[in-house]
């Protein structure tokens, strides 16, 4: 009989309790933590040759404005959808669309055809848009979302033959819009710290897309048939006089949340800009930036 069980026996006649072998103890493991959102990595896609867009996309040369936040967008949109020939519906934030297999044979499957991740959600995003152009009857579509210009390699690539317009505004004016707009969740110089994200990306997108049109929102207020006449010749499209009483054709594409919606916009008219700021006025952290679009010396 083992020293255990002669002690166990013993134990038990006299308290009821025995002595047990300790369990071993487990090494400690590292503490888990929540993953860390993280910027999704672009998927592998390939950019169509000219020879293969009859095949793989359906809408042909659509316009995408390259702006930042609070930049007159909503604006230059509704200017462009009252012409009879183009179309440009609230923000579309198409480069939010994304899509995922739902097995390692659906991937084989399509990757046999020649078809990646990235390659699926460009038809996804031609798709979309081309059912919206072809339900409004027109003949382009333009697309304005601003944070389209953090991508727009990737837009450039899934449409080859597509148009850029470039519209600007005085970087404080941008930061003022951007605070008055909510200023209980960013401070004024929260807004020009986050509007300066999207500047940066709209002047790389000009430095990195050959061809485009570059319009001013301080510009487009003061003589509206100027600018539009020069943008329609970019587009080449006719001008028409209509454009600039945008209110009278449509006032059901003002979506809260999808754009501007407030009462300027919603009049109809194009309605005079702020005045602009001030040398003293302009933030230190956007005077670079003013400098480059050649708003201050």
Known sequence: MSLMRSLNRALSATTGLQVRRAAPVAPPQPKKTAAKPGKRPTPVYRCPAPEDLATDRLLREPVFIMSPVRSGSTLLRM????????????????????????????????????LERGDLEHLLWDRVMHRELVKSGKDFVV??????????????????????????????????????????KRTYDEAAADALRYMKAVDNARKGITGGHTVRYEDITADPEKEMRRLCAFLDVDFEP??????????????????????????????????????????????PMCRAWGYSS
């Not at 462009?80 to 609230?90: F, G, I, T, V, W």
């Not at 979302?145 to 404080?172: K, M, Q």
Request: aromatic share 6%.
């Open 79 to 114: 200017l462009l959808n009252a012409h009879s020939r183009l179309h440009s519906p609230h923000e579309l934030h198409i480069r939010r669309l994304e899509v995922g297999f739902g097995s390692k044979l659906s991937q084989r499957a399509m990757s046999a055809l020649d």
């Open 143 to 184: 697309e304005k979302t601003p944070s389209n210009a953090f991508v727009h390699r990737r837009i450039r690539d899934c449409w080859p033959d597509a148009r850029f317009v470039f519209l600007l505004r005085h970087p404080a004016s941008i930061a003022r819009s951007w605070h008055e707009g909510d200023p209980d």
């Open 242 to 287: 209509s454009m600039l009483e945008y209110g009278r054709k449509d006032d059901t594409q003002v979506v809260k949340g999808l754009g501007d919606w407030r009462d300027k916009i919603r009049s109809g008219q194009v309605q005079s800009g702020r005045a602009l700021p001030a040398e003293d006025e302009i933030p230190e952290i956007l005077r």
